[in-house]
Structures are given as C-alpha cells and as structure tokens.
Nanobody, 116 residues
Framework: QVQLVESGGGLVQAGGSLRLSCAAS????????MAWFRQAPGKEREFVAR????????YYADSVKGRFTISRDSAKPTVYLQMNSLKPEDTAVYYC?????????WGQGTQVTVSS
C-alpha cells in the first residue's frame, strides 16, 4: 500500500497562493492516479484535481479550473497542488489520494484557511 504525507497548508489572504505537496512511499506509483480532495466543515469531501502518473494527464473540478494546477515529480515521487487566486470558499482540509492496482490510500490531510 502507498503511504502519503501532505504538507504545505496554512493561512493565506484571499487572492494569495499556496503550494501543497504529497510525498508518496511504499510502492512505485508509476501506474497510479493521484488526486487531491478537500473537505470543508459540515460538508462532504469533494474532488479537486487528478493526475495520471504515467501519462501526466490532468483533470480539475470546475470550481478550481484555471486557478489550481496539479503536477508530479517522478524523481521524488511527489504530487503538488499549486493554488493561486485563493478564495475564502477554498478553506478546507486538503487530502491526497492514490488509486492503483493495490487499492487506494489517503493521506492525513493538511489545513488550508483563506481569510477574506
């Protein structure tokens, strides 16, 4: 099973930027799909972005398209979520997820708070 550790969350003003990192270990992730989800207080966890490791193809939720960018560094291996033009409604705990041949794994989450 893949182990995931997120980092990079914090407090930022509206309009600012943050970059989240998700470090993967335990298995080779070249055949995996890596994704970011988020969960705001009182709401269900929702999809944010996904990248297929081997092809590098990416997908985004409409709410973040044009503002967030998901990418990967195969040498580390780490997945990033660059978040620009942040809005108060982006406030949530952000989770990294790995989906692959051996099943799925979640990270522990990192808090992102955007002040107005």
């Amino acid at each position: 099973q893949v182990q995931l550790v997120e980092s990079g969350g914090g407090l930022v003003q509206a309009g600012g930027s943050l970059r989240l990192s998700c470090a993967a270990s335990g298995r080779t992730v070249s055949s995996y799909a890596m994704a970011w989800f988020r969960q705001a207080p009182g709401k269900e966890r929702e999809f944010v972005a996904r990248i297929f490791w081997s092809r590098g193809s990416t997908y985004y939720a409409d709410s973040v398209k044009g503002r967030f960018t998901i990418s990967r560094d195969s040498a580390k291996p780490t997945v990033y979520l660059q978040m620009n033009s942040l809005k108060p409604e982006d406030t949530a705990v952000y989770y990294c997820k790995a989906d692959g041949p051996s099943g799925g794994s979640w990270g522990q989450g990192t808090q992102v708070t955007v002040s107005s």
